[in-house]
Nanobody, 121 residues
Framework: VQLQASGGGLVQAGGSLRLSCAAS????????MGWFRQAPGKEREFVAA??????NTIYADSVKGRFTISRDKNTVYLQMNSLKPEDTAVYYC?????????????????WGQGTQVTVSS
């Protein structure tokens, strides 16, 4: 499956952005989906994940209460509210075979190209 992430941009602290990740094929509903991010000079880190049925979600502690992951037929979303400068990073979506949700990047089989999010103070 090919993933196309979009929706990044420049926003002031306290603002909101909604990221989208569109899948290229109709079997999208079979995949667990996740969002990760990587800031300059730092390792990639987990942000949020959702199971294939959307019945389960998990979040990194740093984004709980501010970010919400959701999905529909062929797109996964990351609604980001109350953004902070430390949220600045390239955000990647990923798909995991089997439909489960994981916080570990190695469990994901397909990755999108990333979208830049910059939060100014």
């Amino acid at each position: 499956v090919q993933l196309q992430a979009s929706g990044g941009g420049l926003v002031q602290a306290g603002g909101s952005l909604r990221l989208s990740c569109a899948a290229s094929e109709g079997t999208f509903s079979m995949y667990g989906m996740g969002w990760f991010r990587q800031a300059p000079g730092k390792e990639r880190e987990f942000v949020a994940a959702i199971s294939r049925t959307a019945g389960n979600t998990i979040y990194a502690d740093s984004v709980k209460g501010r970010f919400t992951i959701s999905r529909d037929k062929n797109t996964v979303y990351l609604q980001m509210n109350s953004l902070k400068p430390e949220d600045t990073a390239v955000y990647y979506c990923a798909a995991s075979n089997g439909g489960l949700l994981w916080s570990v990047g190695s469990k994901y089989n397909y990755w999108g190209q990333g979208t830049q999010v910059t939060v100014s103070s």
